[in-house]
């Protein structure tokens, strides 16, 4: 068969909602897209427990500790589903965590914030992990079947996330007027960076169009930055808090609300390895990498014991 007709019989499936699965053919553009996004994706949430992982320790009870941890633990396992899928198109594990760790891979420019209070314990859940619903709600519908199938219990667990981040700020709003000042500030520093999650502008995302065609991605991610937006904006009345935005304001017409420019300086800044914590994420992730080398060592040559055993009998 000509590639032009193996082409159609996939683009008519994807028109069609039928899931691509790993055995079917398809473009090798549309593999390495998809090895591209899942396998960064799977890198953002592991490089994400670093900035929590910070507070656990320092929770102020054992009832937020517990939840913390449990969070941390979370994101641990959506990383590993994540890198499950990207392995269903070819990649390797072992490949995918080469290029985190050597800088070349981009994980969310988000997780290159410090976290400097526990307010950003429940601003990160409220605000971080918002914008990752919002984006992932769509992506359980994605093309590609094994990553839209992990993207259903991810999104279970990130919408948890999100109820207790934002519980977690209701308290500290109703609080001592520190901790109102705390919470303030959490929101503060951690707003403009939310935003940037969603990436570049749609006139400057050099994937999405294609990925809109494959319907890999199925909204744009300035539909999906203002859906988040419109959610925040109502949100934060309710804690009785505001957005650092001075042009935050409902738009009667649009039946949106219009908001400032984003710094996309500061953006690309920090997409290319000079945020606050760059250095810092990937020296950690490179130690726990280096340092858990026994364990993977150990955990071969039980494998390799066992199956000696098998032949064997
Ligand atoms: N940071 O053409 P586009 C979470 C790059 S999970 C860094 O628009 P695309 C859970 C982009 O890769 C958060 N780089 O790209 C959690 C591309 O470069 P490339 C992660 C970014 O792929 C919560 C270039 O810019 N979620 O938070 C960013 O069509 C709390 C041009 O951009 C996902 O990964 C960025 N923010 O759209 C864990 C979801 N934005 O690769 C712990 C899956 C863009 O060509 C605690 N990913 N770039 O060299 C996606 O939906 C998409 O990849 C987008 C970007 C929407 C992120």
Known sequence: MQVQDLEKIFQDK??????????????????????????QHA??????????????????SLKRKAILIAKVQDEAGHGLYLYSAAETLGSSRDEMIADLLSGKAKYSSIFNYPTLT????GAIGWLVDGAAILNQVMLCRTSYGPYARAMVR?????SFHQRQGFESLLV???G????????QDAINRWWWPSLMMFGPKDSESTNSDQSMKWKIKRKTNDELRQQFVDMAAMQVKVLGMTLPDPDLKWNEERKHYDFGEINW??????????????????AARNKAHDDGAWVREAAMAYQAKKEKKRNAA
Request: aromatic letters at 8%; proline letters at 6%.
């Open 172 to 174: 500290l709003s109703k």
């Open 176 to 183: 001592t007027t520190e901790q109102k000042a705390m919470c």
């Open 265 to 282: 300086e500061e953006f690309w800044n920090v997409v290319k390895g000079n945020g606050p914590c760059n250095k810092q994420r990937l």
């Open 154 to 158: 991810i999104c279970k667990e990130e």
């Open 43 to 60: 890198h953002s949430e592991v490089v994400g427990m670093l900035p929590e992982g910070n507070w656990i320790s320092r929770a102020p």
């Open 118 to 121: 526990w307010a950003d314990m």
């Open 14 to 39: 994807i028109d069609a909602e039928i899931k691509i699965e790993p055995k079917d053919w398809m473009p090798e553009a549309y593999r390495k897209t998809n090895i591209r996004q899942i396998s």
